[in-house]
């Protein structure tokens, strides 16, 4: 199947451009100073002694904070793997061989889009699961709800991945590029925003950080991996800068999925109809 | 749906525009199967464009056509149909032999008869030894050929080449020679876009002249350069009444003095004029006839303002 074909060509190109290689070596390079780094502070807990609740608190912070960091190499992989792969390929021309074969345009977008989900799923496991089992092998820690967290986070890279594609169908690499970080830093710091507007209890930031969540709601659905993923009294507190205080409702994960769902449909229907 | 026996290209008054630039005006031509067409014209005639309209890849302004039967567009006429595209441009981390496999998998070839084919073409197109070598360490003329045997993975029933020779040295250009003239006699259908005249003079059956995106003449190769004969004369007296009698031979008679510039139709008018001039009284000192080039035929129905 044609689709096929395109999505292990795509993985095929990240393993040869040493893409995929480099993207493992730092994320070895980050779980190993992760590694260290917690087992130093498991070193100071464990002297100190503070209380099983306090104990794990802290450990569901310096998960919490891994996650957050996995969550944002991620999302940054995904934009800059993806952001070159439609408009690159117009651009240099290599794109005709590909479209004067015998399959249709919305397979070579599928089969694109396909190729770099499996992959920076496979490298969101990597990642989260490297910081999962590090805290759980040095500490005994286990998060709350690891599954739900990590399919939030998961779902977000996917989005991320339609976003690129349909500025990689209708726009320059650059200004894909532009695009897609520009509006994940609308929604990052709408986050933010609406992350204080609960804190102090007021409407309108939150409100802000709706809106923000509505242009991409990308940062929503971290917040909800986060929100699924902290522990109960950190969550109660709502002090935590990696955890989530305004949580976002099913109703914006459905708006997330009919999001990404519309977004590479345009992608497809704009690649199919664009002159090559 | 496809029609096996319609012709290899037919498209009418094929047009496209890009805002107010228009690249091609209005394109109406049949290419038959079996036969090789030179599609000439000066650069920024519209030849590449008309090129990926047939394929696809550019949607027409206005206008229709069919490619092996099927709609312009179609997905299953590509299958058919093989194409060389003009900057050969490919994903050069591939080595040759999976650049091959991978466009033999797109054109849907079970593994076990593209891997009896990819071999039978790397050594076609002289690749053989570097079958293992990335794309990125191939020079321009390398590239090409490969790019002509990607072109021919699916055996097709018609091959577009896009300015197929523009980076080959000469072994290569007879490579390629040799190349259509085989898929000739296996009656492949050959679409040539080229603008190295000579080569279009060797291998086409018919050609078509295009300027502004608009067909200005197609003919048959052959009668178009057999059709026209130069004939330079040296020969004196050329009173008036002798030249004005030439016309019943050839309707562009020039005099210069001595000299009489003429162009037939056909070669056997010669001893003819030959005869007429003596009887005349006339002394004939030379009669030379030339056959127009291409080129000249070319620059005769272009014209030299058309490049871009």
């Given at each position: 199947?044609?689709?096929?074909?395109i999505?292990?060509?795509?993985?095929?190109?990240a393993s040869?451009?040493?893409?995929?290689w480099v993207?493992l070596l730092?994320?070895?390079l980050f779980?190993?100073?992760?590694g260290?780094g917690?087992?130093?502070?498991?070193?100071d807990i464990?002297?100190?002694?503070?209380?099983?609740?306090q104990?794990?608190e802290m450990?569901n912070f310096m998960?919490m904070?891994?996650?957050?960091?996995v969550n944002?190499?991620?999302?940054i992989m995904?934009?800059?793997?993806s952001?070159d792969?439609l408009?690159?390929e117009?651009a240099?021309g290599?794109?005709?061989?590909?479209v004067s074969?015998?399959l249709?345009r919305?397979?070579i977008?599928?089969?694109?889009?396909l190729?770099?989900a499996?992959?920076?799923l496979?490298?969101?496991?990597?990642?989260?699961?490297?910081?999962l089992a590090?805290v759980?092998?040095?500490?005994?820690?286990v998060?709350?709800?690891?599954?739900p967290?990590?399919?939030?986070m998961?779902?977000?890279i996917?989005?991320?991945l339609?976003v690129?594609?349909?500025?990689?169908?209708s726009?320059s690499?650059?200004?894909?590029?532009?695009l897609?970080f520009?509006?994940?830093?609308?929604?990052f710091?709408?986050?933010w925003?609406e992350?204080f507007?609960?804190?102090m209890?007021?409407?309108t930031?939150?409100?802000?950080?709706?809106?923000?969540?509505l242009?991409?709601p990308s940062e929503?659905?971290w917040k909800?991996?986060?929100?699924?993923?902290?522990?109960p009294?950190?969550?109660?507190?709502?002090v935590s800068?990696?955890t989530?205080?305004s949580?976002p409702s099913p109703?914006?994960?459905?708006?997330?999925a009919l999001?990404?769902l519309?977004t590479?449909?345009?992608?497809?229907r704009?690649?199919?109809r664009?002159d090559? | 749906?496809s029609d096996?026996?319609?012709p290899?290209?037919e498209v009418n008054g094929?047009?496209?525009?890009?805002?107010?630039?228009?690249?091609?005006?209005d394109?109406t031509?049949t290419?038959q199967?079996?036969e090789?067409f030179?599609f000439?014209?000066?650069n920024g005639?519209?030849?590449?464009t008309?090129?990926k309209?047939?394929?696809?890849l550019?949607?027409p302004?206005?206008?229709?056509g069919r490619?092996l039967g099927?709609?312009?567009g179609?997905?299953?006429a590509?299958?058919?149909?093989?194409?060389?595209p003009?900057?050969?441009r490919?994903?050069d981390w591939l080595?040759?032999?999976e650049?091959?496999?991978l466009h033999?998998?797109?054109?849907?070839?079970?593994?076990?008869?593209?891997?009896?084919?990819i071999?039978?073409?790397?050594?076609?197109?002289?690749?053989t030894?570097?079958?293992?070598q990335?794309?990125r360490?191939f020079?321009k003329g390398?590239?090409q050929r490969?790019?002509?045997?990607?072109a021919?993975?699916?055996?097709?029933?018609?091959?577009i080449?896009?300015?197929p020779t523009?980076g080959?040295?000469?072994?290569?250009?007879r490579l390629?020679?040799d190349?259509?003239r085989?898929?000739?006699?296996?009656?492949?259908?050959?679409?040539?876009?080229?603008?190295l005249l000579?080569?279009?003079?060797?291998?086409c059956d018919?050609?078509?002249f295009?300027k502004?995106?608009?067909?200005?003449?197609?003919?048959?190769?052959?009668s178009l350069?057999?059709?026209?004969?130069a004939?330079e004369?040296?020969a004196?007296?050329?009173t008036?009444?002798?030249?004005?009698?030439?016309s019943r031979?050839s309707?562009?008679?020039?005099?210069d003095?001595e000299?009489?510039?003429?162009?037939?139709t056909?070669e056997?008018d010669?001893p003819?004029?030959?005869r007429?001039?003596?009887?005349q009284?006339?002394?004939?000192f030379?009669?030379q006839?030339?056959?127009l080039?291409l080129e000249?035929l070319?620059?005769q129905i272009?014209?030299?303002?058309?490049g871009?």
């Amino acid at each position: 199947m044609s689709i096929l074909v395109i999505a292990r060509l795509t993985f095929r190109e990240a393993s040869r451009r040493w893409i995929l290689w480099v993207a493992l070596l730092l994320g070895v390079l980050f779980l190993a100073v992760y590694g260290i780094g917690i087992n130093e502070i498991h070193k100071d807990i464990s002297l100190s002694g503070p209380g099983m609740l306090q104990r794990s608190e802290m450990y569901n912070f310096m998960f919490m904070a891994g996650m957050y960091v996995v969550n944002f190499l991620v999302v940054i992989m995904a934009v800059l793997t993806s952001v070159d792969t439609l408009s690159g390929e117009i651009a240099s021309g290599t794109i005709h061989t590909l479209v004067s074969k015998p399959l249709r345009r919305w397979e070579i977008v599928m089969g694109k889009w396909l190729g770099f989900a499996a992959m920076l799923l496979l490298y969101l496991l990597f990642m989260g699961g490297g910081v999962l089992a590090l805290v759980y092998l040095i500490s005994g820690y286990v998060a709350p709800n690891i599954l739900p967290g990590l399919v939030m986070m998961g779902f977000n890279i996917l989005l991320l991945l339609c976003v690129s594609f349909l500025g990689g169908a209708s726009l320059s690499t650059l200004a894909n590029g532009v695009l897609v970080f520009g509006l994940y830093g609308v929604a990052f710091i709408g986050g933010w925003i609406e992350q204080f507007g609960a804190l102090m209890g007021n409407q309108t930031a939150i409100n802000i950080g709706v809106v923000c969540s509505l242009v991409l709601p990308s940062e929503a659905l971290w917040k909800r991996a986060a929100y699924e993923m902290q522990s109960p009294l950190v969550a109660a507190l709502g002090v935590s800068p990696f955890t989530s205080t305004s949580v976002p409702s099913p109703l914006m994960v459905g708006y997330a999925a009919l999001y990404g769902l519309l977004t590479l449909l345009f992608a497809i229907r704009h690649f199919s109809r664009r002159d090559l | 749906m496809s029609d096996p026996i319609g012709p290899a290209i037919e498209v009418n008054g094929l047009r496209k525009t890009f805002g107010e630039k228009v690249a091609v005006a209005d394109l109406t031509l049949t290419v038959q199967r079996g036969e090789v067409f030179g599609f000439l014209g000066p650069n920024g005639a519209g030849k590449t464009t008309a090129v990926k309209m047939l394929l696809g890849l550019i949607r027409p302004t206005s206008g229709d056509g069919r490619l092996l039967g099927a709609s312009l567009g179609d997905h299953c006429a590509r299958a058919r149909a093989g194409f060389l595209p003009e900057h050969f441009r490919f994903h050069d981390w591939l080595t040759a032999s999976e650049f091959l496999t991978l466009h033999a998998d797109l054109y849907r070839m079970p593994r076990h008869v593209s891997q009896q084919r990819i071999p039978e073409l790397l050594e076609l197109v002289g690749l053989t030894q570097h079958a293992s070598q990335k794309l990125r360490q191939f020079s321009k003329g390398m590239l090409q050929r490969i790019g002509l045997a990607q072109a021919l993975l699916n055996d097709p029933q018609l091959v577009i080449l896009d300015e197929p020779t523009s980076g080959l040295d000469p072994v290569g250009r007879r490579l390629v020679r040799d190349i259509i003239r085989d898929l000739r006699q296996r009656g492949t259908a050959v679409f040539l876009n080229s603008h190295l005249l000579s080569e279009v003079e060797i291998t086409c059956d018919r050609v078509a002249f295009i300027k502004f995106g608009e067909v200005l003449q197609v003919s048959p190769l052959q009668s178009l350069i057999e059709g026209e004969l130069a004939v330079e004369v040296r020969a004196r007296p050329l009173t008036p009444p002798v030249v004005a009698g030439l016309s019943r031979w050839s309707g562009n008679v020039r005099c210069d003095g001595e000299h009489l510039h003429l162009t037939l139709t056909q070669e056997a008018d010669l001893p003819a004029i030959n005869r007429y001039l003596v009887e005349q009284g006339v002394e004939v000192f030379a009669l030379q006839p030339q056959r127009l080039s291409l080129e000249d035929l070319f620059i005769q129905i272009v014209g030299t303002d058309g490049g871009l």
